[in-house]
């Protein structure tokens, strides 16, 4: 498996991604990401890309995972100088464990940008995400309501 930044010609794989993802909740009844391209547009996809804080991961020249790591900190509302924030995580269907893989490499990211800590959110009702997360070492910082209701997570780099 390797990583690297997204380009430009990767975005109509990487919009499958989640557009494949999205079915596969509807068709296993679970309630999330119903809208997420339409909240989340190609063009806000090519901002992040073009800003270099899109990364994909491949196997064998396919891309099977995506993530954004930046320093744009939406919900924590706080621009921390000691942290980035992850956003937009997804894996290719039929793919077990890439989530692990996608956090191993947004925390090698972290680290090797001298940041102090990676930050996420997510649905606080989604158990399955909120466990996966606490078992990469993400703990739980605190709740908030926007237009749902989230958990706010953070890994701290100890180095």
């Known amino acids: ?3 690297e930044k997204a380009t430009i010609k990767d975005i109509d794989e990487i919009i499958n991604l989640y557009a494949e993802r999205m079915q596969w909740f509807k068709d296993n009844n679970i309630k999330q990401w119903s809208k997420y391209l339409t909240n ?3 063009e806000q996809f090519i901002k992040v890309i073009e800003a270099g804080n899109y990364y994909i991961l491949k196997i064998d020249n396919e891309i099977v995972a995506g993530f954004e790591v930046s ?3 939406h919900f924590w509302n706080d621009n921390s100088p000691n942290a980035y924030y992850l956003y ?3 894996s290719k269907v039929g793919y077990k ?3 692990s893989e996608i ?4 925390k090698n990211i972290t680290i090797e940008n001298g940041k102090k800590y990676l930050r996420t959110e997510c649905l606080a009702s ?3 995400l909120n466990d996966i997360y606490d078992k990469n070492g993400f703990k739980y910082i605190k709740e908030g309501q926007d237009y749902y209701h989230y958990i706010l997570r953070e ?3 100890y180095e």
């Open 71 to 73: 320093n744009d900190s």
């Open 126 to 128: 989604n158990e399955k």
């Open 1 to 3: 498996m390797i990583i």
């Open 40 to 42: 989340h547009p190609k």
């Open 103 to 106: 956090f191993k490499n947004a």
């Open 97 to 99: 464990n890439i989530g």
């Open 88 to 90: 937009k995580v997804v």
């Open 155 to 157: 890994w701290e780099s």
